[in-house]
């Protein structure tokens, strides 16, 4: 489809022979995919209900809902979130792919995305047929009014968290506009130094959630990429727009996915030694990258290391290669990334003291 950019991680694939080729074997963390295993207690939900025949409900359980509910405002305070403004979706990208479109954005509409950012916010702006701006600041917006501005706090791919007051002025703004701000809040339980916190948290919108959404996905959190599980919720009248289109497209989360996010929702054990992982890794990886010359930018929340070495990032991307190691070049995620690698925390133990080795051994 000539509209839509290439899709990015396709074109790493000599580098990707190339760091297979190392003799110990390739350290892929070019992808944010999860690697440890699914909790038991999720297994068994998924199980249980694996014999259902019928047509599972686009809207979700209400166990599900409720469960959403609590786990916002336990984890992450969230507060007026109402139980039927949860929209279960079949993992998170669908939705950004799809929201402008759902929302009915078209030519002549404004998506506004974050300067570095996940390429699937610029791929649902382009499927809509609507413009896209790349900007983390309200002034480079002039006088617009965008549709929709999306915002990603922490950051793929720099880590980067927005702090209560930026936030709040970006609501008060989108407000005197009437844009809708989404949020996706994927890695909002993933803060290393410091809180992120969530579109949905009263500091923020100040008791009113017209206007905004904020999007989670349980892939990161709970390791369900492979199920496919994420909500959005928010505004009870959007939510109830995205629910009338998507019980007529058959966007539906299957009933076994729906009952296993409902019990890891209610799982902060889970979350907390899934936590504990990622914060090891990070710190192993941290160190070695700083200690082989890297500077490590931003990142103190999320799944990535954001990282330079002061040089164009296909260099950077192609030395680690030799190394065996496979990360993300900056560029996939905007034109101000050209000099920054992005590198993931999603490998075993095992494969993350392997790359750190290789890096302390030069
Ligand atoms: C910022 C961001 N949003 C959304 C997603 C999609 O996640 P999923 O579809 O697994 O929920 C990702 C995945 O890496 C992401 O980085």
């Known amino acids: 489809m000539n509209r839509l950019p290439d899709f990015p991680w396709d074109s790493l694939a000599g580098q990707k022979e ?3 080729a190392h003799p110990d074997g390739i350290v892929d963390l070019s992808v944010g995919t999860p690697v440890d295993p699914v909790p038991e207690s999720i297994r068994a939900a998924l199980a ?15 166990a599900l809902r409720s469960a959403a509910v609590a786990a916002l ?8 979130v109402e139980p039927d403004a949860v929209l279960p979706t079949i993992g998170s990208k669908e939705l950004v792919a799809w929201l402008p479109t759902l929302l009915g954005a078209g030519p002549g509409d404004l998506v506004v995305i974050p300067e570095l950012a996940y390429p699937t916010y610029e791929v649902g702006a382009l499927l809509a047929g609507a413009s896209v701006l790349r900007a983390d600041g309200l002034t480079a917006l002039g006088p617009q009014r965008p549709r929709v501005l999306w915002l990603n706090s922490p950051s793929n791919p720099t880590g980067r968290v927005l702090g209560v007051e930026h936030l709040r002025k970006v609501v008060e703004w989108a407000r005197e506009r009437g844009t809708i701000v989404v949020s996706d809040e994927c890695y909002l339980a993933l803060g290393w130094e410091g809180e992120p916190v969530s579109l949905l948290h009263p500091s923020v919108h100040g008791g009113r959630l017209d206007g905004l959404l904020a999007v989670h996905s349980l892939s990161k959190s ?20 995205l629910l009338a289109v998507r019980k007529h497209a058959g966007m539906i989360v299957p009933r076994p996915v729906q009952e296993a996010m409902t019990v890891a929702l209610g799982d902060d054990e889970a979350l907390r030694e899934q936590r504990e992982r990622y914060a090891a890794r990070r710190a192993v990886l941290r160190k070695a990258l700083q200690d082989s010359g ?5 990142s103190e929340a999320g799944l990535y290391l954001w990282a330079t070495r002061d040089e164009d990032a296909a260099v ?4 680690l290669a030799r190394h065996g190691i496979l990360v993300a070049p900056g560029s996939f995620y905007g034109p101000a990334g050209g000099r920054h690698v992005r ?12 790359a750190a080795a290789r890096l302390s051994a030069l």
């Open 18 to 20: 190339l760091a297979a």
């Open 48 to 62: 249980s209900v694996s014999g259902v025949p019928g047509y599972p409900a686009t809207h979700g359980t209400p």
């Open 73 to 80: 405002r336990r984890r992450h305070g969230a507060e007026g």
């Open 222 to 241: 709970a390791n369900l990429a492979g199920y496919r599980a994420g909500f959005v919720t928010g505004d009870p009248a959007l939510v109830a727009d």
């Open 294 to 298: 890297f500077r490590i930018d931003h």
């Open 316 to 319: 950077t991307v192609d030395w």
């Open 343 to 354: 590198i993931a925390l999603t490998a075993t133990d095992e494969r993350v003291d392997a």
